[in-house]
């Protein structure tokens, strides 16, 4: 089969012909029709200081990890999956036996392994996933669609994480995930929803899902303009998607004494905040998001997709072969989600 390995250190990527996996019997075998293009993809492609530290071991490998494709063979011991059923993969596998799993936190599992960054992963044409990964899609929604699940999942947990109905909401960052978040607000009753990026052209995408205030970051007082868009008061809750140090600051800054504050930017560098100011005194609720629960997000997930009308976010779609277009287009902002079709 086709398949896109990362093979070395260093930027890029190399494809090879690689024989179809074999499936334990707890797996299925699913034949990918789509798999999108992540943030973490283009980590691992370009080799950055996180890519040599969480993947350096683990080479040669296939990554990638958001996909929809079609089960067609079946472990033995495999349960509530069939041979023909469209899935998805839930991209965290976890061990079922620490005490987060026990305790219904399989999302935070400390010995799990995550698809495509520790085992191979789904930029290929056929992928070996344990069966409780799999994820069964209505058949009615496209492959291509149903692919960027994950980090609309992502989103939903973040967005769901508390109450946003009536609330004022400001989204630092306006990739994928935050234009999905914005597009939730909207669906779940956000009184106002105050977008931020520093690119006009993420911007765009942020009002097309339904943003009431667009703020660039790049050049606006950022502080000042949350301030006047609340009456002065902050926002009721803050969304952190951009994983910058700046984002995070003026996001406590502006929040809203009692407000909620919800972390699922991953940040290059630790740096300080206002602890006593801005979390202490202001009585807040920071909590800090991690993929999707396991597997509730997934079945808001799966309510909440066909009112997204995602076929907006998708602006590319390449052959599996033509990949390097896709990290092309990412790399030089032309593009905000990249579907790959083997
Ligand atoms: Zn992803
Ligand atoms: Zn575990």
Redesign the pocket.
Known sequence: MLSVWKTKPGEGLEIKETDVPKIKDDEVLVKVKATSI????MHIYGWDNWAQKRIGKNLPYIFG??VAGEVVEAGKNVKAVSVGDHVSAE?HISCSHCFQCKTGKEHICENVKILGVDVNGTFAEYLALPHRNAWVNDKKIPHWIASVQ??LG?AVHTVFDGEVAGKTVTIFGMGPIGVCAVGLCKIAGAEKIIALDQHEGRLKFGKEFGADVLINSASADVKKEIMDATNGHGADVFLEMAGAESAMKDGLATLRPGGRASILGVFPKPFEIDVTNDIVFKGITMNGINGRKMFDTWYKTKALLPKMKLERLITHKFKLSEIENGFDVLKKREGMKVVLEP
Do not use: A, Q, R, S
């Open positions: 992540c943030g973490t993809d990890h958001e991209t994950e980090p992502n």
